[in-house]
Every structure is written in structure tokens, then in C-alpha cells.
């Protein structure tokens, strides 16, 4: 098995990402610090926690009039805020790769799947057509689907749903990224096929020994899934621990967070209402740096 | 993005399908009645609306024994049903009458002058399109700077701009003062009927004949009034490509393909362009139907003898069955190119099957 | 568009009256809907530039006979085609010796005439199909929609001209051709508004209370469409001035010595490559008008129609 995360992969310090609108800045992140090494990192948050931008920004992917500030944003050693777009490009998918929420909207409609996938390989290795296609027939029984090559010749919508989310993964690992950052992945499949997907990419990103940068909003799939847990606010990281201590959790959000999710195990007159305070939002973050 | 091989499963699968059996039949039967109203029109147009509609057919100028016979054939004390029912079934043989002007049949002028027109809408399609979608393009990808808002008023202007008006400041220009191209017309006098007539399009003629100087004067006379139709075609596909550029951008595959660290270059080309192809496919079709309407006016300013050119000669004759057959004519061919649009949509989407 | 009675009991001002809230009376309410209306359309600039180009249009044809310098049909073959910037004849002259500017002006009530007589007829008749049409289903939808698709089938312009061979060149004629080939758009986007309200609750509460389908389509449904087709007329009125144009230079609408601009430049035409103007001017003039009611248009539907705004 792989040894624990060393060095980390990804450090942030100071992340800002605003916008810019024509009547006030929407401040999407907010100064927050945190660092993802080999290891499974959760990212937890409600709508407008500035989970998504997060990961956005770690890509290079927000662009004007967005404007993404950090005091240090390093991968691998190299500083990605210094990288020129062109720079960038050879990054992004080759050393760092995403996997959208839903596969019906993140998929090219009009391309077969096999294509697209055969194209993650090509634009960073330059392979021949014949040596992607079979690199991408390896990749499809990687993620366990079972008829490569009719899955290869099929359009996005020709696939249920759990496929394409599988077929994104493909996508996304053929060219052997180092980091993975996974927005949602699983929001949009049903609940059976969840727990498959989460399979594939827990077995994937373990074997070959991935950083994985988990967003989500829900915070029990996150706990039972990932190694740490980060929880963001209105922009902000209010907490970070291991998942397994996730129930000492100090911070109040968090704290409203697991006592109001439902248990068989705790049966209780009435589920208990998270009240969020102004002051979350004025406090500073915490750093959830490992060194 | 391979079309041939999807399309050619696509079409096989739907044609052998027995729904796809019952569709063809429906968009048939579909057709066939969009006809009959079409000729119920023009069958109005011709009988009804005139006071003499024998009249009209024959002219003021025709002797007491063809006006007698004239009005005999056309069987007008028949009941309006029956007078109609012989109207299509001689439409369907391809039976338009006699022209008053040049006393052939107005089939035969047709089929002499539709090819000139082809020809213009073709080349002032490809002009329209082939930079109509590029301007598009570079529209949507550079929103709300200067090049956008020049692509909006390019195509704004193409618009509010009457097309003749557009054909003489251009033969102002391009003819009379900088002398660029040749002046009205299809030819030269000079070179007329030199190349032995096989399409009736003379740049293709001339190429098959091996001719480069013909085929360099009819050039030369084609491009400006190409070039102001193509202009109108380019005002509604730079529009159009715009629109559905900036609706395709909107969407998450194309964050995916920039998370693969494609070049914005391919993300735009090859991933945008194809999905932005295939509502475009359709634009098109309707574009070169649209360039019939505004052939009728350039070929008058340019004396291209088309079918715009026949009509309203026609029309000022008072030739009423080259008139009318000339616009049933023009009727199916529009009413084929919209049909041609939808089936090509269906083709070139592969959601669509 | 603002021009309205004001209640006098009003504490706070017409003003406050406009934006209110919570309005008090059916017009109040409709008056803050235009009023808002209006609001967003000044916003627009180019859509102010083309709402000043129909005003100016509108203000030429009607105070036409005091603007023009000379009268529009009175030749003067001593001083044709004299150019522009010759003193009295500020756009030159033609080939007749008539001031080509006094011939624009009276042209504008040649093109208003034409634009508004269409405009009163095609929309209120695509208007009527379309509701019909829609509220009434069945066969009856059938065949008003196959009848409007096969208008749909011809070129505009061919089928205008088919019109006209029949009916003998005029103005008038110009106009029915050009009306009878306009209102299919209409009649499709009044059915497709028709079948969206069709089954709304607030139209089965009227059919309830026992109004009659005539009723219901007419006092109830036709008013729901007015908007999207004030939008499309607008938009639609570029295409009839350049259709009514076409006609002209053919020599089919208004005739000699009407000054339609269409006809100015078919006449003109013979001098194109010497003295331009003749031709050249009556066709900015067709441009910039069409220009305006297309800017207007779009602002219109800008900001009557949020959905569409980019």
C-alpha cells in the first residue's frame, strides 16, 4: 500500500477568487489556506460556500472578469500563479484533472465517447490514433465497464448515467494525472449507482497513489469516503480534521451540520435546524494546511 | 467527429424501422398537401382574382379565334373544382401554359433560366457562409468587444438594406469607377455560347469544356452580384452562429474539454463548432431559400437572366402562366429546401435518431 | 407613451404613481407596465437611435409640405441632374428637374401610408388565425396552420409579385400583396401563445362563468399576444418598407408621380454611374428607415422580453 501523504501535492495559501459585478464584488472565496497531499481531502459546503470556485481556481479556470488572488497556490513545486495559459494547458488534465457533476451536460453530445477519450491521451502524449484507442479500451475496463468497444463507438447519450459519470473518470485518468478533483461526482447519479462510482474512484485513485480533492455537499458520503475534511461557509474553511475525528468537530456550523443529519441509531423528537450566524462570516478561516 | 459512418447507420436504422416507415409516409402525405395549397394559390391567383382571366393569359394583342380557343381550353364554365382538378394534374405534367412573350412553353423558359439562378444563390451562399461563419464566431468568442459589436452591425445592416439599391452602389463602385469586375450580365457578349451548354451553370460548362477565358469573364461577371446577395446571406448565418456559438459556450462540455488542456483554439473549432453545426446545418438551408426571394431584385439590376428576371418580365408583360409558373416553381424549390433542412437535421444530430 | 391623466387626489406625484407597487386601478397598473417598459428601452441606446429615426420619419411625412423647399412633382427639365449641394436643391435633382430632398419628404408619406395600412391589416389577421386556431384544437387548427404554412411556402416578394400580376400595379394593390403575404408569422406566434394559455386556470374560471369562446378568444386571449406581436411588427416593418421598395423599383406600387423611394431609384437607375445621387440618396434613405425600425425592434424586444436579452 501507498505510505500516508508526505510532501503534499497542493498548497494554497490566501485564496481569493471575486467577482466583479456591476453593482457590488461577490466575494466567491475568501482568504482561505489549505494543502492536499496523496490523500483523500473532502470539501464540504452548501451552495455559495465557494467549494466549486475553489477547485476552479486551483485549474486556472476562472477567467475575467473573475479575479483569483493567493499569496501561494503550488503544485508539485511548480507556482501555478506564475503560469502562462500555454504553461497551464500542459498541466491541466496531464498532472491535475476534474470530474463534473453530471455526465448528460459534461460529455460533448456530438463526439463519441471513445473520441473524447482517446483525445485526453493525445493532446499530452502525442500518441498515434491506433496506440489512444487501445489505451482508452484499457481505460473503459479500468472503470469497469464490461463492453469497451461498443461503449467506444456510442454517443453521450446513448450511456445511463452511472456510465458516463465512469466514462468521465476514464476521460479524465488516462493521462495519469497526479491530482484529481472530483465536484460532486456523485450528485447526479442515483443513490445505488453512488456508492459504484465511489468505488471505482477510491480504487483508482488509491492503486495509483492520486491526491483527490472531494467537493461535495453532503457531508456523510465525505466522512465515510475521504481521509480529511474540510468544511467551508460563505467563502471561508470554518473547520478541518480527519474524518474519523469528525464528531469532536468544535466549530458551531459543523457541529449544526451532524446533528442535523438523521440517525437509526439516535432516534429524536425532532431534527434539529442549523442556524447560521453572521459572525462565521466576519471571523478568519482556518488553515488547513498539513504540514 | 465522423458523420459518414453515423449517418449512413443512422439512415439504415431508420429507414428499415417500421416508425421510420410510418414518418416517411406522414411527411409525405405532409408534402403533398403543402403542394396542392400552393397550386390552390397560384390557381386562385390565375382564375379568380383577374376580371379576365383569359385576359390575362392571352393578352390584349391576340386575335377573337385564340381568345375563343383559350378560353375553351381552360374550361371556365366548368365548375371551380373541376377547372382546378385540371390545373394540378397539368401542373404535375409539367404543364404550365404557353408563354405570351416567347410563345414557348413556359416549362422550357424555365428550365433554360433556373440554372442561372442556381447558380448566383449557390455562389452567394458559399460567400455568405463562408464567412458568415467564421464572423460569427470570432463574434460570439470575443462578446461585447469591438469585433462582436462589428459583426452585429455588418449584420444589422444587411437587414435594413434594400438588396437593389445594394447591387447598383456596387456596380457604382466595383464597376463604374474602379472598374474590378465586368458589368451586367451573365457573359460577355464576345463569349456567349461559346462553350457547349451541359448544366446550364457556365462556371461548371466552362470548366468541363477546358475553357479558362470564358470561365475567367463569367467569374468576373458573377462576383458582385454574388457578392451582394452572399452579403445578405452572411448578415443571417453570422447572426445565427453567433447565437448558438454563445449558447454552446454557456455549456459544461466545454469547461470539460479546457480541463483536458485543449487549446482554446480546439475547444472553440473542433468541440463548439460541431455541436454549433448542427442547428447551423438547418440556417443554412433556409438561408440559400431565402437568397431566391432576393435574386428576383439583383438579377433585375444586373440583367441576370434567371428566374427572377424571367418572372418579372413576365410580369410586366402581363404573361400570366409564365408568372404563375414561374412562382410554383420557386414555391417548390422553397418548399423542397425547407424540407431538405429539417431531414438534414436530423441527420447531422445524433440525438436526433 | 406616458401621456395619461393624472389623479389630482395623488399625494406623492405622477411619478411615484408610475412605479407604484401596488396599483390602485387596472390603468394605473397597466401604465406602470409601460412606463417600466419604456424604462428599460431607454437604457438602450441604439434602441433611442432607432426610436428617433421613426420619429424623424414619422415628422418629416407629416410636416412634409412645410419642410420641403420645392414641390415634388413639379419638373424643371432646365435643371436636371444637377448634384447635390447645388443651391435649392440640397440632395441635387433628377432627371425630371425635381428636388430629390422635397421628394424624399413627401416619400415618407408614401412609405408610413403603405407601413401603417399593412400593419393594420396582416397582424390583426395572422392575429385572429392564430388564436382561433389555437383555442379551437383540432381540425380546425389543421387546416388554418396548413393553410398558413403553404403563405409560408413562397419567397415574400415572389408571391407579392403573383399578387400584383393579378391584381394590376398601385398602391394599393402593393399593399394587399404585401399584407397577404406578412400575416403567416403572426398567425404562428398567436397559436403558440394561445396553446400555452389555453389551459390556464384563469381561462377555464371565464369559461365557467359561461362567456363564449368568441368572447374568450377575443376579450381574453388576443390581448395576452399583443405583446410579442407589437415586438414582431416592429421587427417585421424593416422587411415590409424593403418588400414595398422592391415593388416600387419594379414599377408595381405607387405610381408616377407619387415619390415612392422604391421608384426614385428605379428611375435613377440609368444615371447610376454618372450622377449617382439620383439613385444612390432615396436608397439611404430606405436603409436608414429600415435601420431605425429594426434598431427599435430590437431594443423592444430587449426589453419586453427578458428572456431573449443577451
Known amino acids: ?291 | 467527429m465522423s458523420l459518414t459512418g453515423t449517418i449512413s447507420g443512422g439512415r439504415r436504422a431508420w429507414l428499415s424501422s417500421r416508425s421510420g416507415i410510418l414518418k416517411l409516409g406522414r411527411l409525405l402525405i405532409s408534402l403533398a398537401v403543402t403542394l396542392l395549397g400552393l397550386l390552390l394559390i397560384t390557381f386562385l391567383i390565375g382564375r379568380v382574382m383577374p376580371i379576365d382571366p383569359v385576359l390575362a393569359v392571352v393578352g390584349e394583342r391576340a386575335t377573337n379565334e385564340v381568345y375563343e380557343a383559350t378560353r375553351k381550353a381552360m374550361g371556365l364554365d366548368d365548375p371551380l373544382i373541376v377547372q382546378f382538378w385540371n390545373y394540378v394534374t397539368e401542373v404535375l405534367t409539367g404543364n404550365f401554359g404557353t408563354s405570351l412573350l416567347t410563345s414557348r412553353p413556359v416549362i422550357q423558359d424555365i428550365a433554360r433560366v433556373f440554372p442561372a439562378t442556381l447558380e448566383l444563390a449557390t455562389v452567394a451562399t458559399i460567400i455568405g457562409v463562408s464567412i458568415g461563419i467564421p464572423a460569427g464566431v470570432i463574434a460570439a468568442v470575443h462578446q461585447g468587444r469591438w469585433p462582436d459589436h462589428l459583426v452585429r452591425l455588418l449584420g444589422l445592416f444587411g437587414y435594413s438594406m434594400p438588396v437593389f439599391w445594394l447591387g447598383l452602389v456596387g456596380l457604382l463602385v466595383f464597376y463604374g469607377k474602379l472598374d474590378w469586375v465586368a458589368g451586367p450580365g451573365r457573359l460577355d457578349v464576345f463569349f456567349e455560347d461559346v462553350v457547349p451548354q451541359v448544366t446550364g451553370v457556365i462556371l461548371i460548362d466552362s470548366l468541363l469544356a477546358g475553357d479558362t477565358e470564358v470561365f475567367a469573364n463569367a467569374l468576373s461577371h458573377i462576383i458582385l452580384p454574388a457578392s451582394v446577395l452572399g452579403y445578405y446571406s452572411l448578415a443571417y448565418v453570422s447572426r445565427m452562429t453567433r447565437s448558438f456559438m454563445l449558447e454552446q459556450l454557456a455549456q459544461e462540455y466545454v469547461t470539460t474539454a479546457r480541463v483536458k488542456g485543449l487549446s482554446e483554439a480546439r475547444v472553440i473549432w473542433r468541440h463548439v463548432l460541431g455541436n454549433v453545426m448542427v442547428p447551423l446545418i438547418t440556417v443554412i438551408a433556409l438561408s440559400y431559400a431565402n437568397l431566391l426571394e432576393g435574386s428576383v431584385l439583383t438579377e433585375i439590376v444586373f440583367a441576370w437572366p434567371g428566374i427572377g428576371f424571367y418572372i418579372t418580365n413576365a410580369l410586366l408583360a402581363a404573361d400570366m402562366n409564365a408568372v404563375l409558373g414561374g412562382t410554383v416553381v420557386v414555391g417548390i424549390v422553397f418548399i423542397g429546401l425547407n424540407l431538405l433542412s429539417d431531414v438534414l437535421y436530423r441527420f447531422v444530430d445524433p440525438r436526433a435518431r | 407613451m406616458t401621456d395619461h391623466a393624472v389623479p389630482s387626489s395623488g399625494r406623492h406625484g405622477p411619478l411615484a404613481w408610475l412605479t407604484s407597487d401596488s396599483p390602485t386601478s387596472r390603468l394605473q397598473a397597466k401604465c406602470v407596465q409601460i412606463y417600466l417598459g419604456w424604462l428599460g428601452l431607454a437604457r438602450n441606446p441604439l434602441a433611442m437611435l432607432g426610436l428617433g429615426i421613426v420619429v424623424v420619419l414619422i415628422l418629416a411625412a407629416i410636416f412634409a409640405p412645410l419642410l420641403a423647399p420645392a414641390d415634388p412633382i413639379a419638373q424643371d427639365l432646365t435643371r436636371r441632374l444637377l448634384p447635390p449641394g447645388t443651391p435649392g436643391f440640397l440632395l441635387g435633382s433628377d432627371e425630371l428637374g425635381r428636388d430629390i430632398f422635397s421628394r424624399l419628404l413627401y416619400g415618407a408619406r408614401v412609405t408610413l401610408y403603405i407601413v401603417a395600412l399593412v400593419v393594420i391589416t396582416a397582424p390583426v389577421f395572422g392575429l385572429l388565425i392564430g388564436t382561433v386556431a389555437g383555442y379551437a384544437g383540432g381540425w380546425v387548427d389543421v387546416v388554418l396552420m396548413r393553410m398558413t404554412d403553404v403563405f409560408l411556402a413562397f419567397p415574400r416578394l415572389i408571391l407579392a409579385l403573383a399578387f400584383v400580376a393579378a391584381l394590376g400595379p398601385g398602391i394599393e394593390n402593393a399593399v394587399l400583396a404585401i399584407a397577404l403575404t406578412s400575416w403567416p408569422p403572426y398567425a404562428r406566434i398567436a397559436r403558440a401563445e394561445t396553446l400555452t394559455i389555453r389551459n390556464s386556470d384563469f381561462i377555464a374560471a371565464i369559461r365557467l362563468q359561461g362567456a363564449s369562446p368568441l368572447r374568450i378568444v377575443v376579450g381574453h386571449v388576443m390581448p395576452l399576444c399583443i405583446s410579442s406581436v407589437i415586438v414582431r411588427v416592429t421587427l417585421d416593418m424593416a422587411g415590409i418598407i424593403l418588400t414595398a421598395a422592391g415593388l416600387g423599383f419594379l414599377g408595381l406600387g405607387a405610381q408616377p408621380p407619387l415619390p415612392e423611394w422604391g421608384a426614385m431609384i428605379s428611375t435613377g437607375r440609368q444615371f447610376i454611374l454618372d450622377q449617382w445621387w439620383v439613385a444612390t440618396v432615396p436608397g439611404l434613405a430606405i436603409f436608414t428607415v429600415s435601420l431605425g425600425f429594426n434598431l427599435l425592434g430590437d431594443g423592444l424586444r430587449d426589453a419586453l422580453d427578458p428572456r431573449s436579452a443577451r
Request: glycine share 8%; proline share 6%.
Open chain 1, 1 to 291: 500500500m501507498i505510505p500516508k501523504a508526505s510532501a503534499p501535492l497542493l498548497e494554497v495559501e490566501g485564496l481569493s477568487v471575486r467577482f466583479p459585478t456591476r453593482t457590488r464584488v461577490v466575494e466567491a472565496v475568501r482568504n482561505i489556506s489549505f494543502s492536499v497531499g496523496r490523500e483523500k481531502v473532502g470539501i464540504v459546503g452548501e451552495s455559495g460556500s465557494g467549494k466549486t470556485m475553489t477547485g476552479r481556481a486551483v485549474l486556472g479556470l476562472i477567467r475575467p472578469p473573475g479575479i483569483v488572488e493567493a499569496r501561494r497556490m503550488t503544485f508539485d513545486g511548480i507556482d501555478l500563479r506564475s503560469l502562462s495559459e500555454k504553461q497551464y494547458r500542459s498541466i491541466r488534465g496531464n498532472r491535475i484533472a476534474m470530474v463534473m457533476q453530471d455526465p448528460k451536460f459534461s460529455l460533448n453530445p456530438v463526439m463519441t465517447v471513445g473520441r473524447q477519450i482517446a483525445e485526453a491521451y493525445q493532446v499530452h502524449t502525442r500518441a498515434s490514433p491506433s496506440e489512444a484507442k487501445r489505451r482508452t479500451l484499457e481505460m473503459l475496463e479500468a472503470v469497469r465497464i464490461r463492453d469497451p468497444e461498443r461503449v467506444y463507438g456510442a454517443y453521450p447519450h446513448e450511456v445511463s448515467g452511472g456510465m458516463g459519470q465512469r466514462i468521465m473518470i476514464a476521460m479524465m485518468l488516462i493521462p495519469d494525472p497526479d491530482l484529481l478533483i472530483a465536484d460532486e461526482p456523485t450528485s447526479a447519479l442515483d443513490v445505488t449507482v453512488q456508492m459504484q462510482v465511489l468505488a471505482i474512484v477510491d480504487d483508482l485513485v488509491t492503486s495509483r497513489g492520486m491526491g483527490l480533492m472531494f467537493v461535495s455537499h453532503d457531508l456523510n458520503l465525505v466522512a465515510s469516503f475521504c481521509d480529511r475534511v474540510v468544511i467551508m461557509y460563505a467563502g471561508q474553511i470554518v473547520e478541518t480534521c480527519r474524518a474519523s475525528e469528525l464528531h469532536a468537530a468544535q466549530h458551531p456550523y459543523t457541529r449544526g451540520l451532524l446533528a442535523s443529519l438523521p440517525r437509526v441509531d439516535q432516534p429524536k423528537e425532532r431534527l434539529s435546524t442549523l442556524t447560521r450566524e453572521e459572525s462565521w462570516k466576519t471571523e478568519p478561516g482556518v488553515d488547513a494546511r498539513v504540514s
